[in-house]
């Protein structure tokens, strides 16, 4: 240990406890955050490839920070898993989103899935589907307008849980994605054991889709196994009309990114559906 220290030592460096404290600031001012309303919801839509339509809004979460700014759920979620506020925060998303799908289906747009990330602590709450039904009865969403968005980390934590939850979660009737398709582990046979509706594949696989024949043929191939399986497949981090055009070459269906549209706040997405733009 006292070989570790002095190795530590040598190490030092000043910015490091600038980090490490900034970090902790950002940690005390968390606990905070949900009761001073801090928190944000922003929705980005998910477009049909064929229709142009948009047939989902993910909901993702933003933190006002009163002197940081927006903070990124890159920086803060990652915090909140560990000291378990992840919890109360994402049950609040999911009933803001699912009041949110509510207040757009009573405005008489037609009506959309909103889809919700559950983190790995949130998900291994052995009470979560009836978590999930009490928010629906709350806000008085149908529960197929609910998406929630698993990963596959999550779900190789423990499969025999997950595979309860996840039939449980099925049972209520909500829709659900497996998302970041392809960063986890690579065993495939959980696929067909779960009750899956979609295959989110992960943007790294998309940011670098190019007329590259070695990453037309690992997408290509994912396509292909979610249609296999009967998923509806998401193509996630579309940014150019050149990653569109491959994609709807490749029977993807659904897509998300930055080329159709940024999370917009709630404000921002329903001027979205008043005037969507046909692509
Ligand atoms: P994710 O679930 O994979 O969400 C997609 C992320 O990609 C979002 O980042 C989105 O803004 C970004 N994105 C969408 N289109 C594009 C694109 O065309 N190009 C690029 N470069 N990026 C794009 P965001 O909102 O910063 O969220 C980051 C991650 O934080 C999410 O990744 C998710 O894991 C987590 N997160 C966000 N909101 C929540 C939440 O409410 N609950 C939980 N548990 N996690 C959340
Ligand atoms: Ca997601
Ligand atoms: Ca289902
Ligand atoms: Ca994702």
Same mark, same amino acid.
């Given at each position: 240990?006292?070989?570790?220290?002095?190795?530590?030592?040598?190490?030092?460096?000043?910015?490091?406890?600038?980090?490490?404290?900034?970090?902790?600031?950002?940690?005390?001012?968390?606990?905070?955050?949900?009761?001073?309303?801090?928190f944000d919801v922003?929705y980005? !839509?998910?477009?049909?490839?064929?229709?142009?339509?948009?047939?989902?809004?993910?909901a993702?979460v933003?933190?006002?920070?009163?002197?940081?700014?927006?903070?990124?759920?890159?920086?803060?979620?990652?915090?909140?898993?560990?000291?378990?506020?992840?919890?109360?925060i994402g049950e609040w998303v999911l009933r803001t989103a699912c009041a949110q799908n509510?207040a757009?289906?009573?405005?008489?747009?037609?009506?959309?899935?909103v889809?919700v990330?559950?983190? !790995?602590?949130?998900?291994?709450?052995?009470?979560?589907?009836?978590?999930?039904?009490?928010a629906?009865?709350?806000t008085?969403?149908?529960?197929?307008?609910?998406?929630?968005?698993?990963?596959?980390?999550?779900?190789?934590?423990?499969?025999?849980?997950?595979?309860?939850?996840?039939?449980?979660?099925?049972?209520?009737?909500?829709?659900?994605?497996?998302?970041?398709?392809?960063?986890?582990?690579?065993?495939?046979?959980?696929?067909?054991?779960? !009750?899956?509706?979609?295959?989110?594949?992960?943007?790294?696989?998309?940011?670098?889709?190019?007329?590259?024949?070695?990453?037309?043929?690992?997408?290509?191939?994912?396509?292909?196994?979610?249609?296999?399986?009967?998923?509806?497949?998401?193509?996630?981090?579309?940014?150019?009309?050149?990653?569109?055009?491959?994609?709807?070459?490749?029977?993807?269906?659904?897509?998300?990114?930055?080329?159709?549209?940024? !999370?917009?706040?709630a404000?921002?997405?329903?001027?979205?559906?008043?005037?969507?733009?046909?692509?």
């Amino acid at each position: 240990a006292k070989e570790h220290g002095r190795n530590n030592y040598r190490f030092y460096k000043p910015e490091m406890n600038a980090q490490a404290s900034q970090l902790l600031a950002l940690e005390n001012r968390l606990h905070q955050a949900l009761e001073r309303r801090e928190f944000d919801v922003y929705y980005q !839509p998910q477009i049909h490839i064929n229709t142009g339509e948009i047939i989902g809004m993910e909901a993702l979460v933003r933190w006002r920070h009163p002197e940081l700014g927006l903070v990124s759920p890159g920086q803060f979620i990652p915090l909140a898993e560990e000291n378990g506020l992840i919890v109360p925060i994402g049950e609040w998303v999911l009933r803001t989103a699912c009041a949110q799908n509510k207040a757009w289906q009573n405005a008489g747009f037609s009506p959309l899935r909103v889809a919700v990330n559950l983190s !790995p602590r949130q998900f291994q709450q052995p009470n979560i589907a009836s978590r999930v039904a009490l928010a629906l009865e709350e806000t008085g969403l149908d529960p197929q307008y609910l998406e929630l968005e698993i990963t596959e980390t999550t779900i190789m934590q423990n499969l025999d849980f997950a595979s309860e939850m996840l039939r449980d979660l099925q049972t209520l009737g909500v829709y659900i994605s497996i998302d970041d398709f392809g960063t986890g582990y690579s065993s495939l046979g959980y696929l067909k054991k779960f !009750p899956f509706d979609k295959l989110k594949i992960d943007q790294s696989f998309v940011r670098d889709l190019k007329d590259n024949p070695h990453d037309i043929a690992i997408i290509s191939a994912m396509i292909t196994l979610g249609h296999g399986l009967n998923l509806k497949v998401v193509a996630e981090g579309v940014e150019t009309r050149e990653q569109l055009e491959l994609l709807r070459s490749l029977q993807s269906e659904e897509m998300q990114g930055y080329l159709f549209s940024q !999370p917009l706040t709630a404000e921002d997405a329903t001027n979205l559906l008043h005037n969507p733009l046909i692509k």
